[in-house]
């Protein structure tokens, strides 16, 4: 976790001096001329390379195991989304890097619960890295000084109820009946619309702000895009560490057995009753809603 933090102050960094063309965001310090999503890349396989105990790590950009020199038995492999949203670093919104930590050397066959780590490194108006460990309680947020190191500053343990969302491939209501219904809803009840089109910033926000839902769900014409691995498991496991709830709409996003490197899903991030009204709205019911005991009053 430590060299991983050293390379998203890296980034940070680039992030923030990069010059962005139509098609790419380049850096040009000395003799690099790589988009910064590819110099993320390179700098984060590099850090897990120098950790000394990451066994395998693969991402987004480079979606194969690739060994990176350490131990199987108490060693770790690690799954990472370089730079989450870099087609919105040219119009300067909030970009990530997000990753997960499997122990061992498998990254397949295995579910988000098993993650020993997750995190994200969000490069907006301030640079911070959020993450969450197995043995841990809470999730935790570290502001980067202008002298370079981490300050702790935030612990989340609980989200609440409140009304912010985050509606992702909005796209599929047009046929998804019972997306756009629940997009109606909250509508019509006055929900605060927070979304930028970048998947960190707008799951952080739940975390920071500790109540709202984000919604990424698909449809016959505008299939699931997220990645189980890369991304959706990482941050699933930061938002139930934090006190949230995941799903895929029926089931934990952690409790999905990631059988391909490139699994996609629809996914939902937030309080417990958002993700009931979720599950409820899309399927008819939810598995968090505990069963009325007989005789109860309805
Ligand atoms: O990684 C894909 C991504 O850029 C996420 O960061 C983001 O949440 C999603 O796509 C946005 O999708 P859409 O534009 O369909 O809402
Ligand atoms: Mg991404």
């Known amino acids: 976790m430590t060299c991983m933090g050293e390379s998203l102050r890296t980034i940070a960094f680039k992030v923030r001096t990069a010059s962005c063309g139509g098609t790419a965001c380049v850096n040009s310090f000395g003799d690099e001329q790589l988009a910064v999503d590819l110099l993320a890349n390179k700098l984060l396989f590099e850090a897990l390379q120098y950790s000394h105990s990451c066994k395998y790590a693969c991402s987004e950009e480079v979606p194969e195991l690739q060994d990176m020199g350490g131990p199987v038995e108490g060693g770790f492999s690690v799954a990472f989304d370089p730079l989450d949203g870099s087609s919105i670093v040219d119009t300067n919104f909030t970009v990530g890097t997000i990753f997960g930590v499997w122990p061992g050397d498998k990254l397949t066959g295995v579910t988000g619960a098993q993650q020993v780590a997750s995190a994200m490194g969000i490069f907006g108006p301030r640079t911070t890295y959020v993450l969450a460990l197995k043995d841990v309680p809470g999730t935790h947020e570290f502001l980067l000084l202008d002298e370079g190191k981490w300050q702790h500053v935030k612990d989340t343990t609980s989200i609440g109820e409140g009304k912010m969302f985050s509606p992702g491939n909005l796209r599929a209501t047009s046929d998804n009946p019972e997306y756009a219904k629940l997009i109606d809803y909250y509508v019509r009840e006055k929900y605060t619309l927070r979304y930028t ?44 560490k934090a006190g949230g709830y995941s799903s895929d709409g029926k089931q934990s996003v952690l409790d999905k057995v990631i059988n391909n490197l490139d699994d996609r899903t629809q996914v939902a991030y937030g309080s417990k009753n958002e993700i009931i009204r979720f599950e409820e709205t899309l399927y008819g019911s939810s598995r968090l809603k505990a069963a009325q005991p007989v005789g109860a009053a309805a």
Do not use: W
Request: proline share 7%; glycine share 10%.
């Open 197 to 240: 089109g970048g998947m960190v910033p707008d799951v952080n926000q739940i975390i920071v702000k500790e109540k709202g839902i984000f919604t990424n769900v698909a449809s016959p014409s505008a299939k699931a895009k997220l990645r189980l691995l890369f991304e959706v498991a990482p941050l699933g496991f930061l938002i139930e």
